[in-house]
């Protein structure tokens, strides 16, 4: 870490002039400036230099690679249905060559917050990325074939919040980076701001990185990618209240500053030797909201018992806010647009105002960019501004009103002003000819020499009879990859410190690992060795069909702070720690939702393949509760709900509540077993069928469905899981019996 | 009528010229019995790199309190002290750091601290108790008694003078005073608040707030009525505790439950029941009643002696009234969706009562952003519309009527003064900064705040005239108020009060 500190401030701030590439959210230097010149003296809305404009709501920036610019949007149906997608038009012409759309699922989102962030794309071959508001991490062809899918939710445990709000990736040499909220098994189990590095080409994951310590918010900042003291450095804003620097080759933390007691929303700049910060909550050494910092790179880290060391110095501090607009920095000057609609100019050197200028009423994610010695800064209510850059600027030179409201920052390339509102995209310019891009070469492999090994895939999911292959990446001292050998053996151990001592039911066989075709249920660590050198992954089997749990097997020998006993849930499980535990009641050992902590007074917990389709699961379930409250408790089937909920009695079929939504009366007693039976039937027209029924256990079985909901463009796939919300947590809910069956054909 | 509607609500009546309650009165109408307030004064500067002001640069201050870093309460001031509703991040006790919600009290001659209410949050996040929100509600004073709802979904009852007379009441304050499980601090009578009563209504009655609860309680005789902010989850859609109610009556002297609404108001919530119960006197032959500007977007009056219905004593709905245009609701036979700029609203304002009308207007989370707005005013006698305005946005805010003119800000950040017969619009103040507190009249000066943390002074009557601005150093949400010659300001870091002097 010495060495990190001796040589904070290499990072290359040359601005690049690369024609036709804005191929991330803030351009190619990653921080809102562009060295186009001779735009448009004047914008509007529907003024002059107007190239064209399509109809597509959205709440981000849409990123340029050559003649192609890619928006990440939403579309709207029939009565509440409406989807994300993604649209890749003509740069120059604005003609539609494709959209692919791409579903909500089982989130929070509320009031159409989509598409909030960007795609990347990928400067080698091409291929763009967008991670759903979902969760979804989904990788395009530039003739739009989807290459790979990755399920964050599912999968890794992600959490989904009410104001979406993905950001964008980051294409980084061979890998897409991601991070959010996640909370999936074992040492990962504990929800924390993660970082993830996948394969750009196959979706492989390549690492995860806990760099920080318990959040207190989710966080959307994109990471900014710089050289820094001998590390290929993504620095970024976390749900903890921090600004974090990881390797971006191997997730290892380099540093955090903690700054704020909310989420760290926007995209930080640097000139290599302070980051300016910015957020717009409570302050951890103040009674004020919001701060504008400019980080000293130079600051000694403090070693920290979680997370990555701590970076404190500060070269200033102001009292003003940013909330999630990214700031941009112009040589010696940082602009900053505050939450109230004050774009102002600071000083580097000491913060000081040089300027400011009330621009509109408010300020939300929408941020500037530099161009042409002109500041363009689209803003919450769709005014977009034209202001004076520069140490004597300030001058508002346009504005103009936009259809709805801007979220993003513009896109400036190729002499045209891109804007992305929550209507429409609009495209200003002279209409000079489009630039062709240079695809850049594959990355080079380091000559070495190897220094330490990773295995991969970093965690292993195995349907029963499935097999995958386990490599070993030989990395340099910079985490550049030398060589990618096959694994020579693989070890199942137990990692220090785990609460549940489990192993993964699988053998290495010939390089691979391979799950039996009995192998249940099961989770794991693994040492891994090659050329004489040992790292470690981890994995988990998952049950297809059929498959059974009823707890009596858990072990329940832990002590809750009430003294009552109880039993770790199922390690494999996704999302169920502190959620769950296994309990004793009436004789029997039975899943019980915990009601200790506020936070997790609702669950969502997946325990198979996110691909998993075609099946039918039920269980027993029962929620306590008096005459003025209940719970709710239901099953996940391929990504929709079906739940009986006390309090409303209602036994409901949802996915996304704005989605979908519909509900049958159902009187559920509290105390009393019901049998819940749920499953999915995706029809070759692409319309779900989504099927519940529920009776008193022990009272014969209905013959007809409870609940039928016919899905136009439904789900067909997605992990089993159970659900359980103790509003207030009042009142437990309980799951016995857990069955998975294959879908009968006669439905 | 405001020294009248105060001995028949108060126990012991506040003096006149007290500001006991949200809204001065049951009324609600922002109007001051005083002739008039300071017009010159200034907050002052920060003392740079500090968060204390600078008094040398202050103008016309009496005093000036740290608050926490937000404030939404509206300070509530009698019996010699200023009460206001803020967050905990300028820690004043010993063990008590971090995230929790307070109610302040501080001596209404030189701004020292007599006691704080501490309360934890409930750590459900946003959905139920958002961070550091800080208390909400005002806390209305009635002789030695404050009445206030807290954020985690209580109804308290504190005694004015503090512990220093005795713990009177429950004696369960320090293990109250902690989230459960953590260590339980030792009752320090030199600044802790003291619980006469706590009544818990998630736990009572199952209630889900939506986000915070926020809203002032008001006491009537022996019964203090409160909304319950019952809401939705995350979702923004789904209501979790449906059949819950979202306005209730508790005895003001136990806190025992004594009626509640059962009109199914809690399955048609739009987003929450954030709004504050008003009341109107008898008139037009109709007894006085409870005003409820619901979440459903209706506007109610309710009788304010329960009746056992079912078994249970419920309070009897007189009349409602939608607060949207049927447009707002609807378009093409099809339901306009919620938190679109066109679509319908709840009330959060709270109903005001004044010349024998009752005004309010809809509005949402500003989180939702600007949208649609409808000014009503309705005849409590007949629960008929007499006019609407149409010309206002989204507002959170309480209107103010004075002298045949009604004031109404709207979020939007405009002040609109209309007719108060005939909802004919005289003017229309653009602030440029969003607005979330509400327009105090005294004498001839409308005194309103903003986000920009600018209080501009209008003069009333029926033409447009600024009379002068004052920049605060931080955003006012909250409502100034005045009380014996006092203006008090809380901006969300800071209570100022100012006697011009």
């Given at each position: 870490m010495l060495r990190l500190l001796a040589s904070l401030?290499?990072?290359?701030?040359?601005?690049?002039?690369?024609?036709?590439?804005?191929?991330?959210w803030r351009g190619p230097g990653q921080?809102?400036?562009?060295?186009?010149?001779?735009?448009?003296a004047e914008v509007s809305a529907?003024?002059?230099?107007?190239?064209w404009t399509a109809e597509l709501p959205g709440g981000g920036t849409p990123v340029v690679w050559g003649d192609r610019l890619y928006a990440w949007g939403f579309r709207r149906g029939q009565a509440n249905d409406a989807w994300e997608t993604l649209a890749a038009f003509e740069?120059?012409?604005?003609?539609?060559l494709w959209e692919r759309p791409f579903r909500d699922f089982l989130?929070?989102?509320?009031?159409?917050?989509?598409?909030?962030g960007a795609p990347a794309v990928?400067?080698?071959?091409g291929n763009v990325y967008v991670q759903s508001s979902a969760g979804d991490l989904l990788a395009f062809s530039p003739?739009?074939?989807?290459l790979w899918t990755v399920s964050?939710?599912?999968?890794?445990g992600r959490l989904t919040f009410p104001n979406g709000r993905t950001g964008a990736p980051v294409v980084d040499e061979d890998r897409v980076l991601v991070h959010g909220i996640t909370a999936s098994w074992?040492?990962?189990?504990?929800?924390r701001d993660r970082f993830y590095a996948f394969?750009?080409?196959?979706?492989?994951?390549?690492w995860s990185s806990t760099?920080?310590?318990?959040?207190?918010d989710s966080s959307w900042s994109t990471p900014l990618v710089v050289e820094q003291g001998g590390h290929h450095a993504a620095i970024t804003g976390t749900g903890c209240g921090e600004v974090i620097a990881i390797d971006?080759?191997?997730?290892?933390?380099?540093w955090r500053f903690p700054m704020s007691d909310g989420g760290v929303n926007h995209t930080v700049v640097t000139d290599g030797k302070v980051v300016v910060a910015a957020h717009n909550l409570e302050n951890l050494d103040s009674t004020v909201t919001g701060r504008i910092v400019a980080i000293d790179l130079s600051g000694p880290l403090e070693p920290a018992t979680e997370g990555a060391p701590v970076l404190r110095k500060e070269r200033w501090r102001r009292d003003l806010a940013g909330f999630s607009s990214s700031p941009v920095l112009d040589g010696d000057l940082v602009y900053q647009v505050t939450p109230t609609g004050e774009l102002v100019a600071l000083?580097?050197?000491?913060?000081?105002?040089?300027w400011e200028v009330k621009l509109g009423p408010d300020q939300l994610h929408a941020s500037p960019a530099l161009a042409d010695g002109r500041l363009w800064v689209p803003l919450f209510d769709g005014t977009f501004a034209v202001v004076k850059a520069g140490r004597d600027g300030g001058g508002v030179l346009s504005t103009t009103k936009l259809g709805g409201k801007a979220l993003g920052a513009p896109a400036i390339v190729d002499g045209r002003v891109i804007v992305h509102t929550t209507e429409r995209i609009y495209v200003w310019g002279d209409g000079r000819p489009v630039a062709p891009v240079t695809p850049a070469p594959p990355v080079a492999r380091s000559k070495?020499?190897?220094?330490s090994a990773r295995a991969r895939p970093a965690e292993v999911l195995l349907r029963p009879g499935e097999k995958k292959a386990i490599t070993v990446e030989l990395l340099d001292a910079?985490?550049?990859?030398?060589e990618v050998v096959p694994a020579e053996s693989a070890t199942s151990y137990v990692p220090p410190g785990a609460k549940v001592v489990s192993s993964m039911n699988a053998r290495f066989e010939k390089g691979a690992l391979v799950a039996p075709p009995d192998a249940g249920l099961t989770a794991g660590a693994w040492k891994v060795t090659a050329e004489g050198y040992e790292a470690t992954t981890r994995g988990r089997t998952v049950s297809g069909v059929p498959f059974s749990e009823?707890?009596?097997?858990?072990?329940?020998?832990q002590t809750a702070k009430d003294g009552s006993l109880f039993g770790w849930p199922?390690?494999?499980?996704?999302?169920a720690r502190f959620k769950w535990q296994v309990v004793e009641r009436g004789g029997s050992k039975v899943l019980g939702k915990t009601i200790d902590n506020m936070l997790f007074q609702r669950a969502w917990t997946f325990l198979g393949h996110?691909?998993?389709?075609g099946y039918v699961i039920e269980a027993d379930v029962m929620s306590d509760g008096d005459r003025r409250a209940m719970s709710a408790v239901g099953l996940v089937n391929s990504r929709y709900l079906v739940a009986l909920k006390g309090n409303q009695r209602l036994l409901e079929v949802s996915s996304n509540q704005d989605r979908l939504k519909v509900g049958v009366p159902f009187v559920t007693e509290p105390g009393v077993w019901y049998h819940l039976v749920a499953s999915v039937q995706a029809r070759p027209d692409g319309t779900s069928v989504v099927r519940g029924k529920a009776w008193k256990r022990g009272e014969p079985e209905p013959a007809d469905w409870t609940i039928t909901v016919e899905h136009p463009n439904g789900h067909t796939h997605g992990a089993p899981g159970v659900f359980g919300f103790t509003p207030n947590n009042l009142h437990r809910v309980y799951v016995d019996g857990l069955r998975l069956s294959k879908l009968p054909e006669a439905l | 009528m405001t020294l009248a509607l105060s001995l028949l609500l108060s126990a012991a009546p506040a003096q006149a010229?007290?500001?006991?309650l949200w809204g001065v009165?049951?009324?609600?109408?922002?109007?001051?019995?005083?002739?008039k307030a300071p017009v010159a004064f200034d907050p002052g500067r920060l003392v740079q790199g500090t968060e204390e002001v600078d008094l040398s640069t202050a103008?016309?201050?009496k005093w000036v309190a740290k608050l926490g870093s937000q404030t939404y309460g509206n300070p509530t001031v009698a019996g010699g002290r200023v009460l206001v509703g803020t967050n905990?991040?300028?820690?004043?006790?010993?063990?008590?750091?971090?995230?929790y919600s307070l109610v302040l009290a501080f001596d209404?001659?030189?701004?020292?601290?007599l006691w704080q209410h501490t309360v934890p949050k409930?750590?459900?996040?946003?959905?139920?108790d958002w961070e550091f929100?800080?208390?909400c509600s005002a806390t209305q004073i009635v002789g030695d008694v404050g009445y206030v709802v807290t954020t985690r979904g209580e109804v308290v009852a504190l005694d004015?003078?503090?512990?220093?007379?005795?713990?009177?009441?429950?004696?369960d304050e320090a293990e109250h005073?902690?989230?459960?499980?953590l260590v339980v601090p030792t009752l320090d009578p030199a600044i802790d608040a003291d619980v006469l009563w706590r009544f818990d209504m998630p736990v009572e009655l199952g209630v889900f707030p939506h986000n915070t609860t926020s809203a002032s309680a008001l006491v009537v005789g022996d019964r203090l009525y409160t909304s319950t902010s019952a809401g939705t989850d995350w979702?923004?859609?789904?209501?979790?505790?449906?059949?819950?109610?979202?306005l209730i009556a508790l005895d003001?002297?136990?806190?025992?439950?004594?009626g509640e609404e059962a009109v199914g108001l809690g399955e048609r919530?739009?987003?929450?029941?954030?709004s504050s119960p008003g009341w109107a006197p008898a008139t037009g032959g109709a007894p006085a009643q409870l005003l409820f500007g619901a979440g459903d977007g209706f506007l109610y009056g309710f009788d304010l002696d329960p009746v056992v219905e079912g078994g249970l004593p419920v309070l009897h709905e007189r009349w409602r009234v939608d607060g949207n245009k049927p447009e707002y609701r609807e378009k093409d036979g099809a339901p306009i969706r919620y938190a679109t700029p066109q679509g319908p609203s709840e009330f959060i304002a709270t109903p005001v009562y004044a010349g024998g009308l009752v005004y309010n207007a809809i509005g949402q989370d500003p989180e939702h952003g600007p949208g649609v707005g409808l000014l009503s005013a309705v005849d409590p006698a007949t629960g008929k519309v007499v006019w609407t305005y149409?010309?206002?946005?989204?507002?959170?805010s309480t209107v103010s009527v004075h002298k045949g003119v009604v004031y109404a800000p709207d979020y939007d950040g405009r002040l609109h003064a209309l007719?108060?017969?005939?909802?004919?619009?005289l003017w229309v103040h653009e602030t440029g900064a969003h607005i979330w507190g509400s327009a105090l009249v005294v004498g001839k000066v409308i005194y309103l705040g903003d986000e920009d943390g600018t209080l501009t002074m209008l003069a009333v009557g029926k033409k447009e005239k600024v009379l002068g601005k004052v920049s605060f150093p931080a955003p006012i949400y909250s409502s100034p108020v005045v009380a014996d010659g006092v203006l008090y300001v809380a901006t969300q870091t800071h209570l100022y009060a100012f006697d011009g002097k």
């Amino acid at each position: 870490m010495l060495r990190l500190l001796a040589s904070l401030g290499a990072v290359c701030l040359a601005l690049p002039a690369h024609a036709g590439d804005w191929a991330a959210w803030r351009g190619p230097g990653q921080d809102g400036r562009s060295a186009e010149t001779g735009l448009p003296a004047e914008v509007s809305a529907e003024g002059g230099a107007l190239l064209w404009t399509a109809e597509l709501p959205g709440g981000g920036t849409p990123v340029v690679w050559g003649d192609r610019l890619y928006a990440w949007g939403f579309r709207r149906g029939q009565a509440n249905d409406a989807w994300e997608t993604l649209a890749a038009f003509e740069l120059s012409t604005g003609r539609l060559l494709w959209e692919r759309p791409f579903r909500d699922f089982l989130s929070d989102i509320v009031y159409e917050r989509y598409s909030i962030g960007a795609p990347a794309v990928d400067r080698e071959t091409g291929n763009v990325y967008v991670q759903s508001s979902a969760g979804d991490l989904l990788a395009f062809s530039p003739s739009g074939d989807r290459l790979w899918t990755v399920s964050m939710m599912d999968a890794w445990g992600r959490l989904t919040f009410p104001n979406g709000r993905t950001g964008a990736p980051v294409v980084d040499e061979d890998r897409v980076l991601v991070h959010g909220i996640t909370a999936s098994w074992g040492r990962e189990g504990p929800a924390r701001d993660r970082f993830y590095a996948f394969d750009k080409r196959t979706g492989e994951a390549l690492w995860s990185s806990t760099p920080g310590v318990q959040p207190r918010d989710s966080s959307w900042s994109t990471p900014l990618v710089v050289e820094q003291g001998g590390h290929h450095a993504a620095i970024t804003g976390t749900g903890c209240g921090e600004v974090i620097a990881i390797d971006a080759r191997t997730g290892e933390g380099l540093w955090r500053f903690p700054m704020s007691d909310g989420g760290v929303n926007h995209t930080v700049v640097t000139d290599g030797k302070v980051v300016v910060a910015a957020h717009n909550l409570e302050n951890l050494d103040s009674t004020v909201t919001g701060r504008i910092v400019a980080i000293d790179l130079s600051g000694p880290l403090e070693p920290a018992t979680e997370g990555a060391p701590v970076l404190r110095k500060e070269r200033w501090r102001r009292d003003l806010a940013g909330f999630s607009s990214s700031p941009v920095l112009d040589g010696d000057l940082v602009y900053q647009v505050t939450p109230t609609g004050e774009l102002v100019a600071l000083d580097l050197a000491d913060g000081h105002t040089v300027w400011e200028v009330k621009l509109g009423p408010d300020q939300l994610h929408a941020s500037p960019a530099l161009a042409d010695g002109r500041l363009w800064v689209p803003l919450f209510d769709g005014t977009f501004a034209v202001v004076k850059a520069g140490r004597d600027g300030g001058g508002v030179l346009s504005t103009t009103k936009l259809g709805g409201k801007a979220l993003g920052a513009p896109a400036i390339v190729d002499g045209r002003v891109i804007v992305h509102t929550t209507e429409r995209i609009y495209v200003w310019g002279d209409g000079r000819p489009v630039a062709p891009v240079t695809p850049a070469p594959p990355v080079a492999r380091s000559k070495g020499p190897v220094v330490s090994a990773r295995a991969r895939p970093a965690e292993v999911l195995l349907r029963p009879g499935e097999k995958k292959a386990i490599t070993v990446e030989l990395l340099d001292a910079e985490g550049r990859v030398v060589e990618v050998v096959p694994a020579e053996s693989a070890t199942s151990y137990v990692p220090p410190g785990a609460k549940v001592v489990s192993s993964m039911n699988a053998r290495f066989e010939k390089g691979a690992l391979v799950a039996p075709p009995d192998a249940g249920l099961t989770a794991g660590a693994w040492k891994v060795t090659a050329e004489g050198y040992e790292a470690t992954t981890r994995g988990r089997t998952v049950s297809g069909v059929p498959f059974s749990e009823d707890f009596e097997s858990a072990v329940v020998d832990q002590t809750a702070k009430d003294g009552s006993l109880f039993g770790w849930p199922p390690l494999p499980w996704i999302g169920a720690r502190f959620k769950w535990q296994v309990v004793e009641r009436g004789g029997s050992k039975v899943l019980g939702k915990t009601i200790d902590n506020m936070l997790f007074q609702r669950a969502w917990t997946f325990l198979g393949h996110p691909d998993e389709q075609g099946y039918v699961i039920e269980a027993d379930v029962m929620s306590d509760g008096d005459r003025r409250a209940m719970s709710a408790v239901g099953l996940v089937n391929s990504r929709y709900l079906v739940a009986l909920k006390g309090n409303q009695r209602l036994l409901e079929v949802s996915s996304n509540q704005d989605r979908l939504k519909v509900g049958v009366p159902f009187v559920t007693e509290p105390g009393v077993w019901y049998h819940l039976v749920a499953s999915v039937q995706a029809r070759p027209d692409g319309t779900s069928v989504v099927r519940g029924k529920a009776w008193k256990r022990g009272e014969p079985e209905p013959a007809d469905w409870t609940i039928t909901v016919e899905h136009p463009n439904g789900h067909t796939h997605g992990a089993p899981g159970v659900f359980g919300f103790t509003p207030n947590n009042l009142h437990r809910v309980y799951v016995d019996g857990l069955r998975l069956s294959k879908l009968p054909e006669a439905l | 009528m405001t020294l009248a509607l105060s001995l028949l609500l108060s126990a012991a009546p506040a003096q006149a010229a007290d500001w006991p309650l949200w809204g001065v009165d049951a009324t609600r109408n922002m109007v001051s019995v005083e002739k008039k307030a300071p017009v010159a004064f200034d907050p002052g500067r920060l003392v740079q790199g500090t968060e204390e002001v600078d008094l040398s640069t202050a103008k016309g201050l009496k005093w000036v309190a740290k608050l926490g870093s937000q404030t939404y309460g509206n300070p509530t001031v009698a019996g010699g002290r200023v009460l206001v509703g803020t967050n905990n991040q300028k820690a004043r006790r010993e063990g008590i750091v971090g995230d929790y919600s307070l109610v302040l009290a501080f001596d209404e001659a030189d701004g020292h601290l007599l006691w704080q209410h501490t309360v934890p949050k409930l750590g459900s996040g946003k959905v139920n108790d958002w961070e550091f929100l800080g208390i909400c509600s005002a806390t209305q004073i009635v002789g030695d008694v404050g009445y206030v709802v807290t954020t985690r979904g209580e109804v308290v009852a504190l005694d004015l003078k503090g512990l220093g007379d005795g713990n009177d009441g429950v004696t369960d304050e320090a293990e109250h005073m902690v989230a459960p499980g953590l260590v339980v601090p030792t009752l320090d009578p030199a600044i802790d608040a003291d619980v006469l009563w706590r009544f818990d209504m998630p736990v009572e009655l199952g209630v889900f707030p939506h986000n915070t609860t926020s809203a002032s309680a008001l006491v009537v005789g022996d019964r203090l009525y409160t909304s319950t902010s019952a809401g939705t989850d995350w979702s923004h859609l789904d209501l979790p505790a449906p059949f819950a109610p979202t306005l209730i009556a508790l005895d003001r002297h136990t806190g025992a439950i004594v009626g509640e609404e059962a009109v199914g108001l809690g399955e048609r919530t739009l987003h929450a029941n954030w709004s504050s119960p008003g009341w109107a006197p008898a008139t037009g032959g109709a007894p006085a009643q409870l005003l409820f500007g619901a979440g459903d977007g209706f506007l109610y009056g309710f009788d304010l002696d329960p009746v056992v219905e079912g078994g249970l004593p419920v309070l009897h709905e007189r009349w409602r009234v939608d607060g949207n245009k049927p447009e707002y609701r609807e378009k093409d036979g099809a339901p306009i969706r919620y938190a679109t700029p066109q679509g319908p609203s709840e009330f959060i304002a709270t109903p005001v009562y004044a010349g024998g009308l009752v005004y309010n207007a809809i509005g949402q989370d500003p989180e939702h952003g600007p949208g649609v707005g409808l000014l009503s005013a309705v005849d409590p006698a007949t629960g008929k519309v007499v006019w609407t305005y149409d010309g206002i946005g989204r507002t959170i805010s309480t209107v103010s009527v004075h002298k045949g003119v009604v004031y109404a800000p709207d979020y939007d950040g405009r002040l609109h003064a209309l007719d108060a017969r005939t909802g004919a619009p005289l003017w229309v103040h653009e602030t440029g900064a969003h607005i979330w507190g509400s327009a105090l009249v005294v004498g001839k000066v409308i005194y309103l705040g903003d986000e920009d943390g600018t209080l501009t002074m209008l003069a009333v009557g029926k033409k447009e005239k600024v009379l002068g601005k004052v920049s605060f150093p931080a955003p006012i949400y909250s409502s100034p108020v005045v009380a014996d010659g006092v203006l008090y300001v809380a901006t969300q870091t800071h209570l100022y009060a100012f006697d011009g002097k």
